[in-house]
Nanobody, 129 residues
Framework: QVQLVESGGGLMQAGGSLRLSCAASGRTFSSYAMGWFRQAPGKEREFVATITQSGATITQSGASTYYADSVKGRFTISRDNAKNTVYLQMNSLKPEDTAVYYC???????????????WGQGTQVTVSS
């Protein structure tokens, strides 16, 4: 059982930055892949970013992260296993980034919602024009 608690959401003008945090319970945090998803009103929950579990890679180049095209180059996912926390640094925010952001934990990094077993409660991010 993993409990995820998100924080860091809020209101920001376009072009600004926010850093979301997701604190996880348990001593086995490093064994979980982590992901961020978001859901805007009237839309399906969509993939944002993922980071592998400790020691795993996604690509043959050794990358441990993967991003949706819509956020690539602007968002950065990272984790601090010592703090049982995953982060989403969001730069150059756009109004279309407005959504409820959810963190999730699973057994392998994936862009698919079904690949994650545990979910946070979500944190609202609102970006104004």
């Amino acid at each position: 059982q993993v409990q995820l608690v998100e924080s860091g959401g809020g209101l920001m003008q376009a072009g600004g930055s926010l850093r979301l945090s997701c604190a996880a319970s348990g001593r086995t945090f490093s064994s979980y892949a982590m992901g961020w998803f978001r859901q805007a009103p009237g839309k399906e929950r969509e993939f944002v970013a993922t980071i592998t579990q400790s020691g795993a890679t996604i690509t043959q180049s050794g990358a441990s992260t993967y991003y949706a095209d819509s956020v690539k180059g602007r968002f950065t996912i990272s984790r601090d296993n010592a703090k049982n926390t995953v982060y989403l640094q969001m730069n150059s925010l756009k109004p279309e980034d407005t959504a409820v952001y959810y963190c999730a934990a699973g057994y392998g990094a994936t862009m698919f919602r079904t690949g994650y077993s545990y979910w946070g409660q979500g944190t609202q991010v609102t970006v104004s024009s």
